[in-house]
């Protein structure tokens, strides 16, 4: 069992930067595959980032990719997700996740979930 704690979020104007936490309880945190996804209102639970167990491996969905960085610190149980030149279209509720021993874009392959952090871009 793991339980997953987001932090970081909050209103930020246009072209700012944000870094959330996702800390996670648990010895067997190594053992996860992680994710970052976030949900906007109306709309469905899209992937953000995922990483790989040692952290050496990430990928990035296409909107995201060259503006947010994932990684994590299996010493101190987080995973982090900076976000620079934040956009209002990156305005959502963000929740971590964490999966099986491969990283995954799909929700569905993931098993545990925070509550998410919501982040605001104003314009």
């Known amino acids: 069992q793991v339980q997953l704690v987001e932090s970081g979020g909050g209103l930020v104007q246009t072209g700012g930067s944000l870094r959330l936490s996702c800390a996670a309880s648990?010895?067997?945190?190594?053992?996860?595959?992680m994710g970052w996804f976030r949900q906007a209102p109306g709309k469905e639970r899209d992937f953000v980032a995922a990483?790989?167990?040692?952290?050496?491996?990430?990928t990035y969905a296409n909107s995201v990719k060259g503006r947010f960085t994932m990684s994590r610190d299996n010493a101190k149980n987080t995973v982090y997700l900076q976000m620079n030149s934040l956009q209002p279209e990156d305005t959502a509720v963000y929740y971590c996740a964490a999966g099986g021993v491969a990283f995954s874009t799909s929700s569905g392959r993931y098993d545990y979930w925070g509550q998410g952090t919501q982040v605001t871009v104003s314009s």
């Open positions: 990483i790989s167990r040692s952290g050496g491996t990430t």
């Open positions: 648990g010895r067997t945190f190594s053992s996860y595959a």
